[in-house]
Every structure is written in structure tokens, then in C-alpha cells.
T-cell receptor, first 111, second 117 residues
């Protein structure tokens, strides 16, 4: 089937802590994979993407590696900041083109 | 940087009333989408639109919903008779290519928060 599963939140971290948000997907073939971020009161922004297996997407200190062996696309950041507090969505396209989102993971970073 | 704009940012309406949510996609984009997010839940696909017709719609997108691109710049979502359960954040998105192919990025608007009372 077509699905995206994220770890449940909320995730609460102290500033400068290491972040991992897990994401796994089901798919036939190897779709592109995306992480979107939604800051408080704002819309969805593309954070990073990977278009093929073993690709690593990166942006703003965040990274995610497309792992076909484990069908995963975990989001990581070495040192989070208060300004990273947001909701993070893992997503992949369906074979008809629409985006399928995970349920979202809320990250709260405390000073 | 080009962006997708949505108006209004917040709409309050009485149950049974019609609402129109407006979006201005990025000007050279060809594919348009509406998604919704009920508070605290996941982002759900509603409809995709290409070449002046619906290319796909979800089971949520029933006869109460319609979309239109009336003038080549606006892309609207109409809900004919709103229900309490239509309360959600509605996001418009656009992209240059369809199918979210390998090098496509979908650009999202800021959303319209619809509250049905």
C-alpha cells in the first residue's frame, strides 16, 4: 500500500540536543521522499528531499538519508535550536501524484 | 521568491453556509492541489487539478466541494453547505510538474483556517 508512518510526538528536547524523528514508508518502487516543516501559525515548507535510494537530503542543519533496505527516511539534526520548534511531516508522492503525509511530529525545543 | 498566497487567513462561517477559499498559485505552475488538516491530525489530500479539470480527488471531496480556476490566476475551493466537521486548515499547493516526479517540489500556501459554527 501507500503509507507514511512517523514516530509519535511530541518530542521535547533541550537546546543543542540531538534530534531524530523516525519515518518509514511503504511503496512499490522508489518514490521521492520529503520532509516538510510547519512553524507555528505558518504553512507547510519543504525542508529537504531525496529523490533516489541512498541520497541524503540536507537543509538548515537537518539531514535525512533515503534507506531502501529499511524503507526509512529518518530526520536528524545534531544540535537543535529553540527556533526549530515546529511540526515536521514526512511525505512521499503516490503513483498518481498526490502527496501522502505522515501524521506529523511536534518538536518543542526548550532553552 | 515566488509564493502561493491564500485568502482569507481565517474564515468563520455558520453551518449550512457556502464558503469560497481562494488561492493564487505560483504563476508558471501547472498543477494545483487542495489539502486539509483537521486540528491535531494529519494533512489529507482533497483534490488535484490540471489543464482545467480535476485529475484526482479523494473520498473526502464529495458533491459539496468544487474547485475552479476562473481567470488563469486564482484557484478556488468552494464548499456549498458547510458542516461542523469541515472545520480545518485548508492548504493550497502548486507545482510545475505533476506526479511529484523526482525533481518536483510542491509549494504550499499559508493556509486558511475555516471554522464552522
Amino acid at each position: 500500500g501507500n503509507s507514511v508512518t512517523q514516530m509519535e510526538g511530541p518530542v521535547t528536547l533541550s537546546e543543542e540536543a540531538f534530534l531524530t524523528i523516525n519515518c518509514t514508508y511503504t511503496a512499490t518502487g522508489y518514490p521521492s521522499l520529503f520532509w516538510y516543516v510547519q512553524y507555528p501559525g505558518e504553512g507547510l515548507q519543504l525542508l529537504l528531499k531525496a529523490t533516489k535510494a541512498d541520497d541524503k537530503g540536507s537543509n538548515k542543519g537537518f539531514e535525512a538519508t533515503y534507506r531502501k533496505e529499511t524503507t526509512s527516511f529518518h530526520l536528524e539534526k545534531g544540535s537543535v535550536q529553540v527556533s526549530d520548534s515546529a511540526v515536521y511531516f514526512c511525505a512521499r508522492p503516490s503513483n498518481t501524484g498526490k502527496l501522502i503525509f505522515g501524521q506529523g511530529t511536534t518538536l518543542q525545543v526548550k532553552p | 521568491e515566488p509564493e502561493v498566497t491564500q485568502t482569507p487567513s481565517h474564515q468563520v462561517t455558520q453551518m449550512g453556509q457556502e464558503v469560497i477559499l481562494r488561492c493564487v498559485p505560483i504563476s508558471n505552475h501547472l498543477y494545483f492541489y487542495w489539502y486539509r488538516q483537521i486540528l491535531g491530525q494529519k494533512v489529507e489530500f482533497l483534490v488535484s487539478f490540471y489543464n482545467n479539470e480535476i485529475s484526482e480527488k479523494s473520498e473526502i471531496f464529495d458533491d459539496q466541494f468544487s474547485v475552479e480556476r476562473p481567470d488563469g490566476s486564482n484557484f478556488t475551493l468552494k464548499i456549498r453547505s458547510t458542516k461542523l466537521e469541515d472545520s480545518a486548515m485548508y492548504f493550497c499547493a502548486s507545482s510545475w510538474t505533476g506526479g511529484f516526479s523526482r525533481n518536483t517540489e510542491a509549494f504550499f500556501g499559508q493556509g486558511t483556517r475555516l471554522t464552522v459554527v
